[in-house]
């Protein structure tokens, strides 16, 4: 199991593991294991991380806005270097028919992957790094700089978010801070949600202490 996975892809070198001590993600069929072996760690320079649990509650609280009924509930358990969550639903998740959100922050779009834990590393990850991580952006973006690798606390997030008319390429992006991203575009989301298109925005309200607004 995950014998695929980490044939192609490798811990980064700088992070230490933490390893989740509880999670409501016992519930999901080998999700256990991927946060008890790789919680806190980046893979392949930053493509894809295995959320901390602290990680995972402040992305599980910045999600919100963009999930609706019945996987209202869903908790993040990975992130990837555009700061996008995948999540999956306790409550929901079954192993007939299991399903893991994809929750574009950027782009306030969520998608489904209807594959098991194994199958999405195994097989997501692997075949379709592409479709699911956009691997092959993120490696011209790294050869544009260097090579530089991001670390477990930075994302590469859009200076304008998509939903409020930003551009998806290299010019509309920035290294930021990921819990201070997922807070601002999360506040800012949840302000314009539901607007019709085309809607003048004359301001926004950002909470500062949004991204403390969760269970230690």
Known sequence: ???????????????IATPWAKSELAAVADLPETIGRWGGVSFNSGVYRVHSESSSRAATVAIKPYLQEPWNDAIAFAFDWLGRNFAVSPRLWS??????????MGE????????????FYD???????EDVLASGWFAEWREARNGIDLKFDQCVGYRRPIFL?????DEN????DTDVYWSLVSQICGQ?????EGTSIASLRIDPSFRDNRDD
């Open 123 to 129: 097989v997501e990850l692997v075949d379709y790094a």
């Open 192 to 196: 314009v949600k539901g607007l019709p």
């Open 1 to 15: 199991m995950f014998e695929r996975f980490l044939g192609d892809y490798s811990p980064d070198s700088s992070e």
């Open 95 to 104: 192993t007939q028919s299991p399903v893991i959100y994809v929750v574009g």
């Open 165 to 169: 008319g930003g551009t998806d390429d």
């Open 108 to 119: 306030a779009r969520v998608f489904e992957i209807p594959v098991s834990i194994v199958d």
């Open 173 to 176: 992006l920035e290294i930021v």
